[in-house]
């Protein structure tokens, strides 16, 4: 007869080993086919992997704090890609027309996004940041909120 503790414990191996079948399993996610959409993705993906790592950082599961700096500052060079890359009025991929019917804001909050963070990166080579201050310079879910389509 199989103990309870047995049955869990081969549940949890069970689940171990498939699920990195079930996530290898799920199909990538497709890139826009337009060169521009396809780009500017790929712009907003390079920042959206940055602000990953930077939180693996501060969260402390990975040990690589001086590597926060160039974390920074590869959100405030995406930023400024990212400035360029929304400049054709193309709508499509996830911007929504809001990009370009308020592009004041919209452009505005990027240059502050690129300022910010660059600044920050200056701050981190020289030394350990505070991860509220790292937090309070990200200003990504606002700007998707407003200009991005779920």
Not at 37 to 56: E, F, I, P, Q, T
Not at 73 to 79: F, K, R, T
Not at 90 to 111: I, P, Y
Request: aromatic content about 4%; glycine content about 6%; charged content about 20%.
């Amino acid at each position: 007869m199989t103990s309870l503790k047995q049955m869990i414990g081969g549940l949890t191996l069970a689940a171990a080993i498939a699920l990195p079948i079930a996530v290898s399993a799920q199909p990538p996610a497709e890139a826009p086919k337009d060169p521009v959409l396809a780009y500017r993705s790929a712009v907003m993906k390079s920042m959206g992997d940055n602000s990953a790592a930077m939180g693996a950082i501060l969260q402390k599961k990975v040990a690589y704090d001086q590597n926060l700096a160039l974390h920074l500052q590869g959100i405030s060079l995406g930023a400024k890609a990212a400035l360029k890359a929304f400049e054709p009025k193309m709508v499509g991929g996830t911007a929504k027309e809001d990009v370009w019917t308020n592009w004041a804001d919209f452009s505005a909050r990027l240059t502050k996004l690129a300022a910010d963070t660059d600044a920050l990166a200056k701050k981190a080579a020289a030394g350990p940041l505070d991860p509220k201050d790292v937090m309070a310079a990200l200003s990504c879910k606002s700007c998707h909120d407003t200009y991005r389509t779920k």
